[in-house]
């Protein structure tokens, strides 16, 4: 089994000084999309999913439309949830950032003041695609270790998604514990590409890492994150 994670490609966070909730793509983001379209062009996948916000449903289209898979929306997917400051100035998102970076390390699970809690985020998404994988036979053993039992080994899927997501992702599959920090911990740029594919081990799975964040599609004036 192989789970792609693909970042959506860069949003167009502010417009005239003012925050953007939702984001659209801007003119660069739509020609990521499009380079990443072609990368992804010969590839066959069982299912694509793609999460239900604006930015990385119109990342999704031209890669859906080069794979001929129609648009398969799933709401677990969707980014930690941001205070509802559409409209306000810009540096009210670049204060509430910085205030949680200076936090101590224990706080910083509580996340954006308004916003979604990190842990919150954390847990939505390690249940969200613990569940996703045992609709499809894929569940974790009563081991110390990171090891899965799959039903079928030769699947591929593609998660279209978002850096916060697809690290938690990366997190719950490689076993590792969950932090505050998923978005630092792994560093995804705006339509990079990372890999996770099973590996026997004995008569079961674990995950190995194949690719992080790769870009190589992009030319390096359109490499964002």
Request: proline residues 6%; aromatic residues 6%.
């Amino acid at each position: 089994m192989e789970i792609v994670l693909v970042r959506h490609a860069e949003p167009e966070w502010i417009r005239e000084g003012l925050n953007v909730v939702n984001p659209p793509l801007t003119d660069r983001g739509h020609r990521q999309a499009e380079r990443l379209a072609e990368a992804l062009a010969g590839e066959e996948f069982d299912e694509v999913l793609v999460s239900p916000l604006t930015r990385t449903r119109q990342t999704a289209a031209p890669v859906l439309e080069a794979l001929g898979h129609a648009e398969n929306i799933d709401p677990w997917l969707e980014e930690i949830r941001d205070p509802g400051w559409h409209g306000t100035p810009a540096e009210k998102a670049e204060q509430a950032y910085r205030e949680m970076r200076e936090r101590p390390v224990d706080h910083r699970w509580a996340g954006i003041e308004d916003g979604e809690p990190v842990r919150d985020f954390v847990d939505r998404i390690r249940l969200g695609i613990t569940l996703f994988l045992s609709e499809r036979g894929v569940e974790r053993a009563e081991h110390d270790l990171p090891i899965w039992k799959i039903s079928e080994p030769g699947a591929r899927i593609l998660l279209i998604a978002h850096a916060g997501t697809n690290s938690v992702c990366i997190s719950h599959l490689l076993g590792l514990e969950p932090t505050p920090w998923e978005w630092d911990r792994f560093v995804l740029g705006h339509t990079s590409i990372s890999r996770l594919e099973a590996i026997s081990v004995h008569d079961s799975h674990t995950f190995s890492l194949t690719k992080l964040s790769d870009t190589e599609h992009l030319d390096a004036d359109h490499r964002t994150r």
